[in-house]
């Protein structure tokens, strides 16, 4: 059974730092594409960060320069470094991998970024 465990949200003040952490279970992980998307209240969820089995990363226009996600395959952990956090990167924030074949696509259940001053 496939698990995808997020941590590491919480509430921060503008201009603060949070690193999320999506531990992986059950899959091969080195293997999947992973990726990192939040759902603000009331608002589609959107990819912020991507990146591939080999390492290459790609990140939403919004979010570039201020998070970096980067993989440990030892640790089958995939993790999400946010800086300069805005009040519009408030949401819930979901770790995703991608597998080669169809029907190879999971999901977490999310960890709560909140930044209020």
């Known amino acids: 059974q496939v698990q995808l465990v997020e941590s590491g949200g919480g509430l921060v003040q503008p201009g603060g730092s949070l690193r999320l952490s999506c531990a992986a279970s059950?899959?091969?992980?080195?293997?999947?594409?992973m990726n990192w998307y939040r759902q603000a209240p009331g608002k589609q969820r959107e990819l912020v960060a991507h990146?591939?089995?080999?390492?290459?990363?790609n990140y939403a226009d919004s979010v570039k320069g201020r998070f970096t996600i980067s993989r440990d395959n030892a640790k089958n952990t995939v993790y999400l470094q946010i800086n300069s956090l805005k009040p519009e990167d408030t949401a819930v924030y979901y770790c995703?991998?991608?597998?080669?074949?169809?029907?190879?696509?999971?999901w977490g259940k999310g960890t709560l970024v909140t930044v209020v001053s």
């Open positions: 059950g899959l091969t992980f080195s293997r999947y594409d």
């Open positions: 995703n991998a991608v597998g080669f074949l169809k029907g190879m696509d999971y």
């Open positions: 990146i591939t089995s080999g390492g290459n990363t």
